[in-house]
């Protein structure tokens, strides 16, 4: 055999077992105290919906929760420590023909747990100045904090829509008025964030069942507060409801709906619509987005043997 053909199959014998020169790899940061952009995907007929985290809000659910010890007993079997930290999830709605956001997040006013939509929000192609329409399912902090931050509107272009009874009460002096110093601060915070909408005069307000848009209407379910209202999206017969703060905590609330939270104007009405939206969601097998549901919070309900049960959708690479 020629002496270079011997050379050569030595050489492929041998190529495994020596060693080349290491690849450059790029450096590794480790760990970073946050977590990736906020966002979710999700094709609802012929609407692009895109959930955002505008980020949490620690909370000690039994300080504020009618029956602390079911909640514990609830989270205990969960495996779940507390305080808890809720997840703030808001719904971009892409219709085709205009942009509509449902609540706004917390903005500044809960910390640097929250207040992160914006970034979200550009973070999945998306511009606060995009947005036409912004669809407010009640005004407590954290659905109608983001509409102004540092006295700023964040939403140059938008419309803002919420139920006349939440208007009522929340922006009035009068009912400000009638309730202990100590429980002022929902007040105070809607004349700071949704105040210099209605100056501006970008503030609609509608009453009960009201089809706003095109595949978009309004669902009454009062008791959180005066004019909760959740908001069905309907495209080529794919449904969605938006529920808003018909459930805080899922661990304890599915189960037992009768348990209220610190936060409701009404908690008997609070209770009645929540087992209205649960019969509802469960008979009629319709999607639901919460807004404090583990994010990206959606999924459905389930009856079994009288007992509600929360079903997250499973997650998808692609819409």
């Known amino acids: 055999m020629d002496f270079r053909v011997k050379l050569a199959t030595v050489i492929v014998v041998l190529a495994p077992f020596v060693a080349l020169p290491a690849r ?16 979710y995907r999700l094709q609802l007929g012929d609407f692009r919906i895109t959930v ?33 930290d809720i997840s703030i999830n808001c719904f971009l709605v892409d219709t085709g023909a205009m942009k509509v956001l449902v609540d706004t997040g917390a903005g500044e006013l809960f910390g640097q747990a929250s ?3 914006v970034s979200n929000m550009r973070a999945a192609g998306y511009s606060p100045a995009s947005i036409d329409a912004i669809l407010l399912t009640h005004i407590h902090g954290d659905h109608s904090g983001g509409l102004t931050v540092a ?3 964040i939403f140059p272009n938008a419309l803002v829509y919420v139920d006349r009874r939440d208007v009522d009460h929340w922006l009035s002096e009068s009912e400000e008025a009638k309730v202990a110093p100590n429980r002022r601060q929902t007040f105070e ?8 909408y209605v100056q501006a005069g970008k503030l609609r307000t509608f009453e009960g069942a009201t089809e706003l848009f095109p595949g978009i209407h309004s669902v009454p379910l ?10 069905m999206l309907n495209s080529r017969e794919e449904r969605l409801l938006l529920w808003g703060d018909i459930v805080h905590a899922a661990e304890v609330q599915f189960a037992d709906p009768s348990v209220t939270i610190d936060y409701d104007v009404d908690p008997e009405q609070a209770i ?19 807004a404090h549901l583990s994010f990206p919070g959606l999924g459905h309900v389930r009856l079994q043997q009288g ?9 998808r690479s692609s819409p």
């Open 115 to 117: 207040g992160r939509i």
């Open 24 to 39: 450059s790899e790029p450096p590794v940061g480790g760990w970073a105290a946050h977590q990736a952009p906020g966002f």
């Open 307 to 315: 007992t509600y049960t929360w079903v997250p959708a499973p997650y």
């Open 272 to 290: 009645a619509s929540r087992s209205r939206a649960l019969a509802n969601a469960a008979q009629e097998g319709y999607l639901v987005g919460g």
């Open 222 to 231: 009062n008791g959180h507060t005066p004019g909760h209202a959740a908001y």
């Open 151 to 153: 006295n700023e509107q």
């Open 189 to 196: 915070q809607s004349r700071k964030t949704v105040g210099p």
């Open 52 to 84: 955002l985290s505008d980020g949490t809000a620690p909370r000690d659910l039994p300080g504020i929760m009618s029956k602390p010890e079911e909640v514990r007993a609830a989270f205990a079997a969960s495996h779940e420590t507390l305080p808890v």
